[in-house]
């Protein structure tokens, strides 16, 4: 069935156009000789915009002399940062720093911060009010963790930037949702800078961000935002748009004013859906620690970096499994929010600790701890010598691997390399620039209409007259073998998943592991077995983009309606034709999401993996990264958006063609 | 950084007595900053130890190495104390030369950036460290992805040190590939020191690496500024670069307005200095032996405390 699909007519201008692309691949260079042309295969730069100095120009004028008369922009940004930051430090001083008077040697301690044993107790607090005592037990297990392996102070720091980063994320996000719930121009206007906020690369608007709100933690924080808030914005448009007509015309009866409607009806009833919103949120800010720790954070993402800089991958792995923890806390909370039922709320007679329990015990917590910290120290802060730690563990199991397996490793790389990596990397790098545009645009147009079309044109067009054809091509070469790769290996263990609820739980935590414990963490072990190279970079990325290709794969086969399999068994299918001719032909949109979303985590890995040594965009925004170039960055950061945007729009299209054939919508 | 001063002090409405210490010209805090290399960190909190002996108040501030000087050119970031000939020269001269920014003086410190192999080489390679000698040997350095060329891991592109005209101006018969990060150019040679393979790669000192591996860097012709501006200059007649890597000061630097503002500070950051071998110690005990920067810092304050009275007076 597949292949009789292949050889249809409509599969002809495929294949001739990967016979073109081929043939100028393999003869590009034979062709710049023959008609001597050597603009065939390179760019000239004399046609290369100075698009890098504008947006530089831009951005010093926006510092040294933009001004709205009364202050100036700088000023401006200045005072949101002071703004942020005042809170920031509040909370940063009750969760790890404590209260201070005085300044440097005046300085003199008014109050300590609260005590392990308070933000465990008040964790746990959490966990029950959000559902039961087992939620409570598992976050406060996981909170116990972080004093117990002695990662408590940081993880404190990162606390506190994931208590201002999320609310001030939330609140955004819910804001702009809003409007544009209410006005349509401004959803169309919002959606390509969403699109952006989470494909250009973090590392590419790093630079900015700190010139604008100045060095420390309030422009890891800024940058923390831009990164989190989009799904929020998305989530809370729907989750308005959904709310049931009902909901809305009972609310008009009861004459509702504009503001109550919003505030009184809709928000409330959209609240479940608002709430996985709020998790995504968290999760995104947990999944920026590291980055934002390159800016002047602090807190468990530096304790990553200096233990990888100076090789101890022990502490590496010890530092980002804490951020695991949290994440996985913070995460169950949040979900358990978002389903939580409405509560029986007591009589406004009995007084404030019965109406509110949970609430008045842990302030009894709080000021306990704090008199008893006061004369036992271990209760302030969890002692020292009772930590334990891991480190030696991991380095010797590194050590063990590397020198009994190195050379089995080498074989298998050297295989992957010359049979994949290398003739790809041939066949894309030899693509001439101009074909390359015109190839693109045809192949966009023919899936997803003119439009696509077009917009394929204008966005690699950007690529190209900013020179970064070459660059662009080995970054499509090394997303599309690992996206390969990564999908290869995911598809069939979602599969699995999705058919055995035992492999479920099991490859769920797995992938949930891989995907919220720093990539940095496993990037040097990699580097260690793999050496600098391609090779490297390409196992980092499917290491982080393995996770939605099991994801959706799983939920696809999952959400298959029962009639049709047994539909399949009764008309005599073996097991292995209701895998193929049902489960798989039916799950095949939700695989096409799965493919889209593989593309868009590893082409947002890319940039990480610049750190390996690779020589793709990701490596050009991160030159710009270490050479503060501001323009460098974001014309680079948006060619990486543009190839990511070209991607989902693609798939995007073929997923809903798919859904249309199947009669699914 | 903290919630300090003011509003709590409003909040408890408490004045509380402040430690009598020395007159300082200003109490706000010089805001030194670190990057994300120990030593570096090491040596800012030491600085940052002496100030506030003399009463300054101090606060450590995490900044990127180059974006930092967006910072001290507006008066953000106060005190950089590491900006090495090798790496930071032009960021320090764009910025010097707006007036915003000064160069302190030397710390005392000197950047070497060279080849280097590990001890275990000579024996599979016994010219070395003379760098004819890699020629001979540069089957053993090769790997499947380079062979027949040996393989040479050079820094990060951003840091430059002509590594490709070296090659091939000194006719190397070597392949660079670029780490991406130094973190990356680590990991590559733990996992070879581990194994005991091959391995040839650009180490910079004062770090960590040449106090734990056992090795050497190569003996290029010496550097001199000719080499790299005279192509006639050197074994190779038509090209230049057919010679060392230069090796330079590590230099301190600070916002123009610091000598204003703390004269007496800027005093002390320009008396303050610090040896390779002092650094080298303190890295090694801080990266190899476990010990907290705090404590390391301490430490040296102690050892050290007649030599730091001599640069506060």
């Known amino acids: 069935m597949i292949w009789r699909r292949l050889i249809r007519p409509g599969a002809l201008f495929w294949w001739a156009l990967l016979a073109a692309t081929w043939a100028l691949s393999t003869w590009s260079f034979q062709l710049y000789k023959a008609f001597d042309a050597r603009w065939i295969i390179r760019f000239p730069s004399g046609w290369k915009l100075p698009m890098e100095s504008w947006i530089s120009d831009a951005m010093k004028w926006l510092l040294e002399d933009a001004t709205f008369g ?18 920031y430090d509040l909370v940063r001083a009750a969760l790890a720093d404590g209260f201070m008077q005085g300044q440097g040697s005046y300085a003199v301690e008014i109050a300590p911060p609260l005590s392990w044993i308070a933000v465990i107790a008040i964790m746990a607090i959490l966990g029950r009010v959000a559902r039961d005592w087992r939620l409570a037990a598992l976050t406060g297990a996981c909170f116990l963790y972080l004093a117990v392996f002695g990662q408590w102070d940081s993880a404190m720091v990162t606390l506190a930037s994931v208590m201002i980063a999320v609310p001030i994320g939330v609140l955004g996000g819910l804001l702009l949702g809003i409007a544009s719930f209410r006005w349509p121009w401004v959803e169309r206007a919002l959606r390509p800078l969403l699109d952006l906020m989470q494909t250009v690369p973090v590392f590419a608007y790093l630079v900015p961000v700190l010139f604008l709100f100045g060095f420390g933690p309030v422009a890891a924080l800024v940058a923390t935002v831009v990164y989190a808030m989009p799904p929020m914005v998305r989530v809370a ?41 709020v998790n995504q949120v968290i999760m995104l800010t947990l999944n920026m620690v590291i980055i934002a720790s390159m800016i002047g954070a602090g807190g468990l993402g530096f304790d990553v970096l200096s233990a990888l800089r100076r090789l101890d991958i022990g502490g590496g792995i010890e530092a980002g499994l804490a951020i695991v923890v949290m994440a996985i806390a913070l995460d169950r909370v949040s979900q358990a929010f978002s389903t939580r039922l409405p509560s029986k709320v007591a009589g406004q007679d009995v007084n404030f600790v019965r109406r509110h329990p949970w609430f008045a015990t842990a302030f009894a917590i709080i000021a306990l701890t704090y008199i008893a910290g006061l004369f036992l120290p271990p209760v302030q802060s969890y002692p020292e010598a009772a930590t334990l730690t891991t480190s030696a563990f991991w380095e010797d199991a590194m050590r063990w691997i590397n020198v009994n397996f190195y050379d089995t490793l080498e074989a298998i790389k050297d295989v992957f390399l010359t049979t994949l990596l290398l003739p790809v990397k041939r066949f894309f790098t030899g693509i001439p620039w101009a074909w390359g545009l015109i190839a693109v645009s045809l192949a966009a147009g023919r899936i997803g209409g003119w439009r696509l079309g077009l917009l394929a044109l204008l966005l690699t067009g950007f690529i190209i007259v900013n020179g970064l054809w070459a660059k662009a091509m080995i970054t499509v ?20 998943a999705g058919q055995n609820a035992r492999a479920h739980k099991w490859v769920g935590a797995f992938i949930d592991t891989l995907q919220t414990l720093p990539s940095f963490v496993y990037l040097i072990p990699v580097v260690m077995l793999f050496r600098v190279g391609d090779f490297s970079a390409m196992i980092a990325v499917i290491l982080y983009a393995l996770a939605p290709a099991v994801r959706y794969a799983a939920h696809g086969i999952r959400s298959i309606e029962p009639q049709m399999i047994e539909a399949g068994l009764v008309s005599g299918c073996t097991r292995r034709q209701i895998l193929w001719r049902i489960k798989l032909p039916l799950a095949a949109p939700s695989l096409l999401l799965g493919l889209n979303q593989t593309i868009m985590l590893a082409i947002s890995m890319l940039v990480i993996t610049a750190l390996v040594g690779t020589r793709d965009l990701g490596q050009e925004v991160y030159i710009a990264l270490t050479k503060a170039n501001t323009g460098q960055g974001i014309v680079a950061g948006l060619s990486v958006a543009f190839i990511a945007i070209i991607a989902d729009r693609c798939v995007s299209a073929m997923a809903r063609q798919s859904r249309e054939r199947l009669g699914l919508q | 950084m903290k919630y300090t001063a003011a509003t709590s002090a409003l909040a408890l409405g408490l004045t509380l007595a402040a430690p009598a210490l020395a007159e300082v010209e200003s109490q706000d805090p010089i805001r030194l900053t670190t990057h994300d290399w120990t030593g570096q960190i090491v040596n800012t909190t030491i600085l940052g130890e002496i100030l506030k002996k003399a009463g300054y108040n101090v606060e450590l501030v995490q900044a990127d190495y180059i974006a930092q000087f967006a910072g001290l050119k507006t008066g953000d970031l106060h005190v950089a104390t590491e900006i090495w000939e090798t790496t930071g020269r032009e960021a320090m001269d764009e910025a010097t030369a707006t007036g915003n920014v000064v160069n302190l003086g030397e710390s005392g410190m000197k950047a070497i950036e060279e080849w280097w192999y590990p001890a275990y080489m000579e024996e599979r390679c016994p010219g070395l460290p003379d760098w004819k000698a890699l020629n001979d040997c540069a089957q053993e350095f090769a790997t499947s992805e380079t062979a027949p060329l040996g393989r040479y891991l050079g820094g990060p592109v951003t840091w430059g040190g002509f590594d490709e005209e070296r090659v091939e101006s000194l006719g190397l018969d070597f392949e660079v590939v670029h780490a991406g990060t130094d973190a990356a150019l680590f990991a590559e040679l733990e996992s070879a020191y581990q194994r005991e393979a091959p391995i040839v790669l650009w180490i910079y000192s004062p770090h960590w690496s040449t106090v734990k591996y056992d090795g050497s860097y190569v003996e290029f ?13 050197g074994t190779n007649p038509d090209m230049a670069y057919d010679c060392a890597k230069p090796t330079g000061p590590i230099w301190k630097v600070a916002w123009a307005g610091v000598e204003e503002k703390w004269p007496g500070a800027a005093e002390i950051i320009r008396n303050y200095t610090l040896s390779n071998d002092e650094m080298g110690a303190l890295v090694a005990a801080v990266d190899l032996d476990g010990e907290s920067i705090e404590d390391a810092a301490a430490g040296w304050m102690e050892e050290n405390a007649d030599k730091v009275d001599g640069w506060i007076n």
Request: charge should be negative.
């Open chain 1, 70 to 87: 009364l202050f100036t922009f700088r000023e401006l940004t200045r005072f949101v940062s002071a703004v942020i930051e005042a809170p």
């Open chain 1, 237 to 277: 448009t729907v989750a308005l748009q959904s709310v049931p007509e009902e909901v809305v015309e009972a609310g008009k009866m009861a004459g509702c004013t504009r503001r109550q409607m919003m505030w009184k009806v809709l928000i409330p009833s959209a609240a479940p859906t608002l709430m996985v919103g």
């Open chain 1, 477 to 496: 070469y090394l997303v599309g073998v690992s996206v390969l790769i990564a999908y290869a290996i995911g598809v069939p263990l979602g599969i699995w």
């Open chain 2, 221 to 233: 012709p010496p550097y001199t500024p000719e080499c790299y501006d005279d192509p006639s200059w």
